[in-house]
């Protein structure tokens, strides 16, 4: 069967509804008026208003809009999947998904509809119109809607996905509830066009006979040929579904934009159009979990170094064997050897600073530790276990599966240079995450820790504010309190103060003090000479992925033996502070 038969057969079965949207309501008013001079525009605009409230191609736009909303969920979810594929490290998939989208980005739409209604039928496949056009619609959306998903997701910093490792989060737990919030920003402008693109686009699906809104209003035109009014009635609904599509896309925005104020109101586009509103007054949050106050700082101090002590005795360590164990590891980026045989063993308890200069292996080396980097030869042993790696027959290692669940279960914590606190979360929200969706901890017990743990860090009050609100010293505070939320071992600081203006050192550097009195097993890449020479039990010196040496601050900061060493001192203690206008 030709699609000029079925285009014939298709006039046949809307004949009856047609006769009846012929002569809208409001035609005969029209009629009436037209003797009277100068009422042609109020007639055609009777007939445009006539036709605009039409049943007939009211129902022809409810199609429109079924066939839209099916299709952009389909759409999406497999947009999801193809843009996870375009950013896989497995290249079948990568090809196989760029492949897809370079095919249906690159062919018509309206030839895609046609090969689906017509080409499919002559190996068995059979669809009627509608679902022909809503998979049609939904398969090219997908090319497009994958490469819309990719950019949001290549938008949000790489280090948010980092810091949610550390936290034992697995890759799809971590993109549902921290990379794809933070890309919604990026996506929803894109996807928002894409629908409203899509609703217009429905009316290439004519051809395969679906009967919406713009198939009716040729078929009013084929009979009375009054051009602009029934088409200027079918502009005016697309234009009125369009803009009810542009408000909800705005409201979407606002909601997934967190550096907005909760209680502000509405975009322009909706304030234009009356649909803003203002809050009366800011949320309310829920009743914090009560913590004592303190009766003098001093015993606050006091109270919350005991408390935080609990954390450390409540799955004590055996003091007569090393905590961390680096036996022979090596580690290189392409040609470029970054570890170079690193032997090196942490006691429980024990305050270890690294020190070097940039480029050295120090952070490489913290990060192998707990597997956020891989190494290529040796064996690190963390309370007697490998992290993220298991024994082959052989004696050789391979990865584990579940990365993200073997560092949850070693009890490794980990502070970046840069706080990589979660945008979108508040600082409560930061603390409570890891805990509720990695340790299975009851909300109400996590944000019960999550508020005492801020409370610790000087931060209580500040627990329903968001990064950006807070300074640099206070957002690296929640860091510390988020990765003391996860009850760690083992804590690993990555130059932890070198992000931050000198004034807002001392604040960090106070926290990291209560911490080594309670007994915490540390490791901290630092540059800050002081700390490591008052709080640490051990300061190591790496230069070129090699330890040059090794013992109590006394011996390396004070009295080094390697030339190197006493040059890169020389250099740090001489460097000049840099000061911040008020």
């Known amino acids: 069967m030709t699609v000029s038969h079925r285009f014939r057969k298709g006039l046949v079965r809307l004949s009856v509804p047609l006769s009846a949207a012929l002569l809208p309501a409001g035609a005969a008013v029209a009629q009436t008026d037209s003797a009277v001079p100068g009422s042609a525009v109020l007639t055609g605009l009777a007939e445009l208003w006539g036709y605009a409230t039409s049943g007939f191609l009211w129902n022809g736009a409810l199609i429109a809009i079924e066939i839209t909303a099916l299709a952009m969920v389909l759409g999406l979810a497999f947009g999801l999947g193809l843009a996870l594929m375009r950013l896989s490290g497995i290249a079948a998939l990568r090809g196989a998904s760029a492949f897809y989208i370079w095919v249906m980005r690159g062919t018509p739409l309206l030839l895609q509809l046609v090969f689906i209604y017509d080409a499919l039928p002559l190996i068995g496949v059979r669809f009627d119109s509608f679902t022909t056009a809503v998979i049609g619609f939904a398969l090219n959306e997908a090319a497009f809607c994958a490469e819309i998903i990719r950019g949001g997701i290549l938008s949000v910093n790489k280090n948010q996905s980092v810091a949610a490792s550390s936290l034992g989060m697995g890759h799809f737990l971590s993109l549902r509830r921290i990379v794809l919030p933070q890309a919604m920003r990026a996506i929803l402008p894109g996807v928002g066009n894409d629908v409203i693109n899509m609703l217009k686009m429905t009316s290439l699906a004519s051809v395969i006979f679906v009967s919406e809104l713009t198939y009716r209003s040729q078929q009013i035109v084929g009979q009375n040929f009054k051009f602009f009014t029934v088409f200027g009635a079918t502009a005016l609904i697309y234009l009125i579904i369009t803009t009810l599509i ?73 003091a007569d064997q090393p905590f961390v164990t680096c036996s022979n590891v090596q580690k290189a980026y392409g040609e470029r050897t970054v570890l170079a045989g690193i032997d090196l063993t942490v006691k429980p308890g024990e305050v270890v600073a690294i020190l070097g200069p940039s480029g050295s292996g120090k952070s490489t080396l913290l990060r192998t530790v707990n597997h956020l980097e891989a190494i290529d030869w040796g064996e690190i042993l963390v309370g007697g276990g490998l992290v993220g790696y298991r024994r082959l027959p052989g004696g050789g290692l391979a990865p584990e599966r579940n990365l993200a669940q073997a560092r949850a279960k070693a009890r490794i914590a980990m502070v970046f240079q840069h706080f990589n606190l979660f945008n979108h979360m508040t600082a409560l929200e930061n603390v409570m995450e890891a805990p509720v969706r990695v340790l299975g901890e009851s909300r109400h017990e996590a944000e019960a820790t999550g508020r005492r743990l801020l409370a610790a860090v000087g931060l209580g009050d500040h627990a329903d504010h968001l990064p950006h609100r807070l300074s640099g010293g206070q957002q690296q505070r929640v860091a510390i309190a988020r990765a003391l939320a996860m009850k760690p071992k083992l804590m690993l600081f990555d130059e932890p103060t070198s992000a931050l203006d000198p004034e807002l050192v001392g604040e ?17 890449v630092t540059h800050e000479i002081r700390f490591a020479r008052e709080v640490a039990d051990r300061v190591i010196f790496m230069d070129e992925g090699r330890v040059i040496e090794d013992g109590p601050p006394s011996q390396v900061i004070d009295n080094p033996r390697n030339e190197r060493t006493r040059r890169f001192l020389r250099l740090v203690e001489n460097a000049p502070t840099e000061t911040t206008s008020s």
Request: glycine fraction near 6%; hydrophobic fraction near 40%; proline fraction near 8%.
């Open 246 to 318: 542009a408000v909800m896309q705005e409201r979407l925005e606002r909601r997934f934009n967190y550096e907005l104020p909760k209680d502000s109101d509405g975009g322009a586009f909706s304030r234009m159009l009356g649909f803003s509103h203002r809050a009366q007054s800011p949320a309310v949050p829920s009743a914090p979990t009560e913590v004592r106050a303190p009766a003098s700082e001093a015993d606050g101090r006091e109270e919350m170094r005991d408390w935080l002590r609990t954390l450390v005795d409540a799955d004590p360590l055996p």
């Open 508 to 524: 960090v550097l106070l926290v990291m003090r209560k911490l080594a009195e309670t007994g915490m097993t540390m490791m901290v």
